[in-house]
């Protein structure tokens, strides 16, 4: 297994890439790549069980099809909408705090 490093944007070290996931409320997975000399984290993708399922779906899907076309694009837009949804809600928790 070849080790991926990534450049982190909190520290500016190169680090090797940890991908790991929380679960948050709402069946949402954060993945996300941990730093490993600040611990930084820094976000991959959010996921939940409708997001799954199309990917799912998606990867049964063969390629160069108007279906898997709908698909990726439907995945990416519901990818987006989350992660958007997951951190307009950490910044206001944020607020409280
Ligand atoms: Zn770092």
């Given at each position: 297994?070849s ?38 984290r ?31 694009n ?24």
């Open positions: 297994m080790e991926q490093t990534f450049l982190c944007n909190q520290c500016g070290n190169q680090t090797p890439l940890v991908r790991k996931f929380d679960n948050l409320p709402d069946n949402v997975e954060h993945h996300y790549a941990e730093c490993q000399s600040c611990g930084y820094s976000t991959i993708f959010y996921t939940n069980p409708e997001i799954k399922a199309l990917m799912y779906e998606q990867k049964k899907t063969p390629f160069l099809t108007k279906k898997k076309e709908r698909l990726t439907e995945i990416k837009k519901l990818v987006d909408e989350l992660r958007e949804k997951v951190e307009s809600e950490e910044g206001k928790n944020a607020e409280i705090k």
